[in-house]
Nanobody, 123 residues
Framework: QVQLLESGGGLVQAGGSLRLSCAAS????????MGWFRQAPGKEREFVAA????????WYGDSVKGRFAISRDNDKNTVYLQMNSLKPEDTAHYYC????????????????WGQGTQVTVSS
C-alpha cells in the first residue's frame, strides 16, 4: 500500500508563506509522479504542481507559477510545496497525490491521494 500524509497547512496572512510536506510510505517512488492539487468549497479540483521522483521535471498550474515551488527529498520520501506571496484565492484544501508514470501529470488521474491539509489565507 501507499500512504501519503500531508502537513504544514494553516492560517497565514496575504503575502505570507507556507511550506507543505507530503510524507510517502509503503513503497519506493522511483516510478512515480508526485503532485499537489487543491480544492476550495464549491469549486473543482485544481492542479497546483507536480514533480518526477527524480526531480528532473516539474510542472505548475498557471495560477501559482512563479509563486509556488515543488521539491522532493528522496532520502526522506517527502515532497514539499513552498508557497510564497500567498493570496486569499489560494485558500483551499491541499492534497498530495502519487501517480504511476504514464499519462499527463497535470491531470487528476492519480493513483493515490492523501487526506489533505487546509490552507487559509486572510486578506
Amino acid at each position: 500500500q501507499v500512504q501519503l500524509l500531508e502537513s504544514g497547512g494553516g492560517l497565514v496572512q496575504a503575502g505570507g508563506s507556507l511550506r507543505l510536506s507530503c510524507a510517502a510510505s509503503g513503497r519506493t517512488f522511483g516510478t512515480f509522479f508526485m503532485g499537489w492539487f487543491r480544492q476550495a468549497p464549491g469549486k473543482e479540483r485544481e492542479f497546483v504542481a507536480a514533480i518526477t521522483w527524480s526531480g528532473r521535471n516539474v510542472w505548475y498550474g498557471d495560477s501559482v507559477k512563479g509563486r509556488f515551488a515543488i521539491s522532493r527529498d528522496n532520502d526522506k520520501n517527502t515532497v514539499y510545496l513552498q508557497m510564497n506571496s500567498l493570496k486569499p484565492e489560494d485558500t483551499a484544501h491541499y492534497y498530495c497525490a502519487a501517480k504511476i508514470y504514464g499519462g499527463e501529470p497535470t491531470q487528476d488521474r492519480y493513483d493515490y491521494w492523501g487526506q489533505g491539509t487546509q490552507v487559509t489565507v486572510s486578506s
